[in-house]
T-cell receptor
Framework: QKEVEQDPGPLSVPEGAIVSLNCTYSNSAFQYFMWYRQYSRKGPELLMYTYSSGNKEDGRFTAQVDKSSKYISLFIRDSQPSDSATYLCAANQAGTALIFGKGTTLSVSS | NAGVMQNPRHLVRRRGQEARLRCSPVKGHSHVYWYRQLPEEGLKFMVYLQKENIIDESGMPKERFSAEFPKEGPSILRIQQVVRGDSAAYFC????????????FGPGTRLTVL
C-alpha cells in the first residue's frame, strides 16, 4: 500500500462548481498535510498546509484533515477555468521528506 | 524577489553522457530538496541538503546519482552515464527552516535521454 493515495481523475466540472479533491494515507505518524497545485510543465505551488486534524480556509480553498480516518480533502468553491491544473496532496512528519500522492487532474470548463 | 531558479529548463542527453542540473534556492534559504517526477507518477523525494551537507539521501538511487550544495553557488544534481529511464522532470525546492512542509519549488528541469 502506498503511503499517500490519490485518485488521478481526470475530474471535469463546470465553472462555478464546488470541487472536492481527496487523498488517503496510511502512516498514522504523519503530522503535516499539504496541497500543491501544478500547472502543466510548471513546478508545484504550495496552496496550503495544515498541522494535525482540522480545517484551514484561504479564500476559495478549504483544506480538511481527518486523522481518525486518515483522510485529506481540498474543497474549491466557485471554481474557475484558471483552477484547471493537477492537484497534489502530500504528508510528512516534522523534519522528514514529503510523501506525495500521484495527483488529481482537474479541468474547469467555462 | 526571485524564487527558486533551476537551469537548464530542458536538457537532452544521449545514453552514457552526464547530466548536471543546477538549483539556486530562494535568497536566504539554506535547505534544498531534490525531487523526480516520472510520467504517470507522483513526485518522489530524492535528497535533502543543507549548505555543504547531505542530510537525507534515502530517495537517491545508489549508483550514478550524486548531489551537492556547496558553501558558494547553486546546488547540483549530477547523473552519470544516463539511461533512458532517467528521463523525467527534476524539481528542486528550498526552505528557510529545516521544515519540508514550508518549501517552495522551482520550475523544474526536464531531462530527455535519447
Amino acid at each position: 500500500q502506498k503511503e499517500v493515495e490519490q485518485d488521478p481523475g481526470p475530474l471535469s466540472v463546470p465553472e462555478g462548481a464546488i470541487v472536492s479533491l481527496n487523498c488517503t494515507y496510511s502512516n498514522s505518524a504523519f503530522q503535516y498535510f499539504m496541497w500543491y497545485r501544478q500547472y502543466s510543465r510548471k513546478g508545484p505551488e504550495l496552496l496550503m498546509y495544515t498541522y494535525s486534524s482540522g480545517n484551514k480556509e484561504d479564500g476559495r480553498f478549504t483544506a480538511q484533515v481527518d486523522k481518525s480516518s486518515k483522510y485529506i480533502s481540498l474543497f474549491i468553491r466557485d471554481s474557475q477555468p484558471s483552477d484547471s491544473a493537477t492537484y497534489l496532496c502530500a504528508a510528512n512528519q516534522a523534519g522528514t521528506a514529503l510523501i506525495f500522492g500521484k495527483g488529481t487532474t482537474l479541468s474547469v470548463s467555462s | 524577489n526571485a524564487g527558486v531558479m533551476q537551469n537548464p529548463r530542458h536538457l537532452v542527453r544521449r545514453r552514457g553522457q552526464e547530466a548536471r542540473l543546477r538549483c539556486s534556492p530562494v535568497k536566504g534559504h539554506s535547505h534544498v530538496y531534490w525531487y523526480r517526477q516520472l510520467p504517470e507518477e507522483g513526485l518522489k523525494f530524492m535528497v535533502y541538503l543543507q549548505k555543504e551537507n547531505i542530510i537525507d539521501e534515502s530517495g537517491m538511487p545508489k549508483e550514478r546519482f550524486s548531489a551537492e550544495f556547496p558553501k558558494e553557488g547553486p546546488s547540483i544534481l549530477r547523473i552519470q552515464q544516463v539511461v533512458r529511464g532517467d528521463s523525467a522532470a527534476y524539481f528542486c525546492a528550498s526552505s528557510y527552516r529545516p521544515e519540508p512542509q514550508e518549501q517552495f519549488f522551482g520550475p523544474g528541469t526536464r531531462l530527455t535521454v535519447l
